[in-house]
Every structure is written in structure tokens, then in C-alpha cells.
């Protein structure tokens, strides 16, 4: 079974600093991964995927995420976060057998706050 | 930009009782699923549904719960005597075509079991 591991519940930055969060995900085979995040009474919005091809990522709101097969990890950056960006983001992983309708696995989330 | 939309944003309810969360999926959706977030804990994965039946579904998704597509456009879950431990907060998704298609979540609905 897929799991997915984000060993930060909190990180702060401040604005216009850049941004790292880390995921870490266990899949014995190719992993469909996701990023996405939850502002405060909202849903979930996708902010990028990877399922093949080229290991960097570009998603919505200039976030970019790289794969690192070697490491298990799907770290999700920015270069410079703006207030808004405070939120709770979301790792996920998909196994997509070839019914298509597999459900994701979903770390616990990391806060994040934005200092002024 | 359509969205998928879930009824009601809170529902508050006696333990023992049934409850029915409500989700309109967007349109051209096929593959539909429920999660739900026990608060300060992770997002997990109830059920997925398709061609009106069930796909897959987790342990949590236990005889207590159902799904159904009742009208083509609602899709609901209900929990049959809900327990305080159901106090979560429900998602629903759904997307167009399976594979690697992506999810889109609702808002949510905050079920509180007292």
C-alpha cells in the first residue's frame, strides 16, 4: 500500500522568502503525484501533478515541484511567497490500476504561515 | 469555471442519527469519490464510484455507509447511525476520465456528531 509522509506540520516564512515543502511518499511502482492546497474554509485545489516525463514540474500560483525517483520525494517550491500562499498543502500520491478509479493517499499536511 | 459543489457546509446532528452529505459533481465528471478529514489529521479516501456502482472503497467505508447517484447529477453519501467518531469533514470529488485524470474536490461539508 502507497503512503505519504510530510515531516512538517508547520513551517513559517517570511514574505518574499523563498519556500521548500517536503514530501516523501512509499509506492512499490511508478507514482502519480499531486500537490494540492486548502485555504481556510475552501476545498481542495490542484496546484500541480507529475505522472511521467520531465522530473520538474511548473504548477498554478508559480509553484514547481520536482520528482526525485532515488529519494521518494516530490518537494514542492517557490521562489517567493506572497501572503496569500498561507495556507495548508496537501502531498498526494495516485495508484492507478486499470480501472482508473483508484482513490489518493494523502500526507497530513503542512501549515503554512507567512510572516510580514 | 464550473465546480463541484457539496450541501449542506455544516451539518450538526445526534449520534445515532442518519445524515446525508450531498455533492454535485461537475457535469461532464464520470468517476466520483468521497474523502473525509477528521480534524488535525489527513485527508483519507472512503470510496470511489463509477458507471453507478462502487469501485473501490477503504476499511473506514464500512456497512454504516452508502453511496448512491440517485438522479444523475446528485451524488450522495449517507451514514446510517452516525457515530461521534463520524465528526470529519467530508470531501467530495470527481473527475472526467479515469487513468491519470485529475481529482477536483468540493468545498466540503463539516459533519459534527454529537
Known amino acids: 500500500a502507497q503512503s505519504v509522509t510530510q515531516p512538517d506540520i508547520h513551517i513559517t516564512v517570511s514574505e518574499g522568502a523563498s519556500l521548500e515543502l517536503r514530501c516523501n511518499y512509499s509506492?512499490?511502482?511508478?507514482?502519480?503525484l499531486f500537490w494540492y492546497v486548502q485555504s481556510p474554509g475552501q476545498g481542495l485545489q490542484l496546484l500541480l501533478k507529475?505522472?511521467?516525463?520531465?522530473?520538474l514540474v511548473q504548477g498554478i500560483k508559480g509553484f514547481e515541484a520536482e520528482f526525485k525517483r532515488s529519494q521518494s520525494s516530490f518537494n514542492l517550491r517557490k521562489p517567493s511567497v506572497h501572503w496569500s500562499d498561507a495556507a495548508e498543502y496537501f502531498c498526494?500520491?495516485?495508484?492507478?490500476?486499470?480501472?482508473?478509479?483508484?482513490?489518493?493517499?494523502f500526507g497530513k499536511g503542512t501549515h503554512l504561515i507567512i510572516q510580514p | 469555471e464550473p465546480e463541484v459543489t457539496q450541501t449542506p457546509s455544516h451539518q450538526v446532528t445526534q449520534m445515532g442519527q442518519e445524515v446525508i452529505l450531498r455533492c454535485v459533481p461537475i457535469?461532464?465528471?464520470?468517476?466520483f469519490y468521497w474523502y473525509r478529514q477528521i480534524l488535525g489529521q489527513k485527508v483519507e479516501f472512503l470510496v470511489s464510484?463509477?458507471?453507478?456502482?462502487?469501485?473501490?472503497k477503504s476499511e473506514i467505508f464500512d456497512d454504516q455507509f452508502s453511496v448512491e447517484r440517485p438522479d444523475g447529477s446528485n451524488f450522495t453519501l449517507k451514514i446510517r447511525s452516525t457515530k461521534l467518531e463520524d465528526s470529519a469533514m467530508y470531501f467530495c470529488?470527481?473527475?472526467?476520465?479515469?487513468?491519470?485524470?485529475?481529482?477536483?474536490f468540493g468545498p466540503g461539508t463539516r459533519l459534527t456528531v454529537l
Open positions: 498526494a500520491v495516485g495508484a492507478y490500476s486499470g480501472g482508473g478509479a483508484d482513490g489518493l493517499t
Open positions: 509506492y512499490g511502482a511508478t507514482p502519480y
Open positions: 507529475y505522472f511521467s516525463g520531465d522530473t
Open positions: 457535469s461532464n465528471h464520470l468517476y
Open positions: 464510484f463509477y458507471n453507478n456502482e462502487i469501485s473501490e
Open positions: 470529488a470527481g473527475r472526467t476520465s479515469g487513468g491519470t485524470d485529475t481529482q477536483y
